[in-house]
């Protein structure tokens, strides 16, 4: 398909003497249609050149090819260039490669395959799953598709905490009242109560921590017990996180977690240590920061235990070693900029490659707020994450049945499942991941919103439309230069910028900026599809009208699922 940026800076090219590379990064894209489609900056050539912005574009406009078939017309304003595209030629070119790449249209190949290791969801054992790691498993699974869709190798990796002094409390409070609990049955929420009980006690009883810590020495010491106690809490745990996961689609191709690393921070720590940056105090083994800036990075405790940064920093070796990775990400909320900011500093004492410290990068999220005020407290009213996603599907089968369709139950309930889902996804990425987010049932379900269920709505419009026709017309024989409205045109631009949307998602690990553009493309397409009658007796109208219907569709379809957004036929 042509790239219009570059046939443009190959024109420009032609007056100067200026890479064609570099032209192209000068030519932006105008805020306001009037300004053309194509606007090359010559400010950015003033240093170069040693003239100003003014002249430099009359120069060009001077020289350049203004009878090139890819343009329609350019006109100079101040020291810009504006290019407007040949509108015909943009038609014929988008609908051809959608046609000839179906489903595909956009993906490219340039990871070359190399690994990117994504780190995301990551939740606690023996902890509920809260809607913070609902946003980790959401992004992290956008990221993982996106890169995935530029050729990449996606590893997703859920960094389980499985680890750390809270198992030997647990294993204690187990042993003294586990039978009192139904854990099989209720994992997360009884062996939480165990957790409590249990921490109350400690403060009470100096000996029963002392037990506790006991505990959690013989967990790394391999002791039989209570490594079968802790296999037990891990695996009921993971049970009820695959719920949330089968109602997400999310899959992971690991689940090393934090006890993955229990026989590998030695080397982390002998590695510390010949650095030299290793030091005491307190008591407990530190990297200090001060310099940085930064509080110091606790890799021994007082009572010799490792901590989550001891084990991070041997998941990084770990990570390079097997994955050779291009880049790794962190999906966290932002409580952890500090946290990973620590870690990438302390990775650079061990002895690694410069190059892979630079590939580390932690994808900060803002936090989940209830519109009526906090989401959750430690003390429990937590809500509970699969609850949480049937009531998404509940609600929306509610709102289906107050329609007027004549679909069968089945049906209700499979549409129910993939709006209401789609629903809460579609409300997680909506907004740049940074910024809190505000967790609103009538928000994220109003169908006419900026929503999940606007989106997979207007593709089921689309849907309804393709099924008017018996078959798809021949691309030969339409006609696209009947395509000359301007709802018509903005769809088409849209459609031609899916590829570069879904790279610079992936250049800033912004799964929004997909959202973003689902948003707008449905939008065009409706004010297409409220402007202009697809079904006609001009059939070279209708043919074109359909087949941009057709590839709306497509790629409606694509992004969405990009997003883990599955999208109903029916509505
Ligand atoms: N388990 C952690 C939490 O719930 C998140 C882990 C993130 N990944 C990592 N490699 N530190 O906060």
Known sequence: ?????????????????????????????????????????????????????????????????????????????????????????????????????????????????????????????????????????????????????????SIGINHLGDYGTQFGKLIEGY???????????????????????????????????EECRNNFKKLEENDEFCIKLWKKFKDLSLKEFEK??????????????????????????????????????????????????????????????????????????????????????????????????????????????????????HVPFGMVQLKSGKMSTREGNIIKLEELLNEAINKTLQIIKEKDTNLTIQEQKEIAKKVGIGAIIFNDLSNSRIKDEIFDWDTMLNFNGETGPYIQYTYVRTNSILNKVEDLPKIEEVDFNVLINNEEIEVIKLLYSYKMIVETAAQKNEPSIVSRFLIELSKKYSAFYNESKIMTENKNIQNARIYLTYATNLVLKSAANLLGIEMPTKM
């Open 244 to 361: 949330v996961y089968k109602l997400l689609g999310s899959e992971f191709d690991s689940y090393n977690g934090e006890a993955f690393y229990a026989d590998k921070m030695e080397e982390v720590i002998d590695l510390l240590e010949k650095s030299g940056k290793l030091i005491e105090s307190q008591g407990a083994q530190i990297i200090d920061l001060e310099e940085k800036n930064m509080p110091p990075c606790i890799i021994k405790k007082t009572n010799d235990s490792t901590t989550y940064a001891t084990r991070d920093l041997a998941a990084i070796l770990y990570r390079i070693r097997t994955y050779n990775f291009k880049k790794a990400l962190y999906v966290t909320s932002y409580e952890q900029i500090l946290h990973f900011k620590q870690i990438f500093e302390v990775a650079k004492l061990l002895g690694i490659e410069e190059r892979y410290v630079e590939r580390l990068e």
């Open 1 to 153: 398909m042509i790239n219009f940026k570059y046939e443009i800076s190959k024109l420009i090219n032609e007056t100067l003497d200026e890479p064609i590379k570099e032209l192209e990064q000068y030519i932006e894209i105008p805020k306001d249609k009037l300004n053309g489609d194509y606007a090359f900056a010559c400010f950015r050539l003033a240093k170069t050149l040693k003239q100003s912005p003014n002249i430099i574009a009359k120069q060009i406009y001077d020289k350049i090819n203004k009878t090139a078939e890819i343009i329609d017309d350019i006109q100079i304003i101040g020291g810009y260039l504006n290019f407007y595209i040949n509108k015909k030629l943009l038609v014929k070119e988008v609908l051809t490669e959608i046609e000839n790449k179906k489903i595909d249209y956009g993906k490219q190949n340039i990871g070359k395959n190399e690994n990117i290791v994504i780190d995301y969801s990551s939740p606690n054992i023996a902890k509920p799953f809260h809607i913070g790691h609902l946003r980790s498993t959401v992004i992290g699974g956008a990221l993982y598709r996106i890169y995935k869709f530029l050729g990449y190798n």
């Open 175 to 209: 042993k003294r009242w586990g039978k009192e609990y139904d854990i099989e049955n209720n994992p997360i929420d009884e062996l939480t109560k165990i957790y409590i009980r249990i921490n109350e006690l400690c403060k009470e009883d100096e000996k029963v921590l």
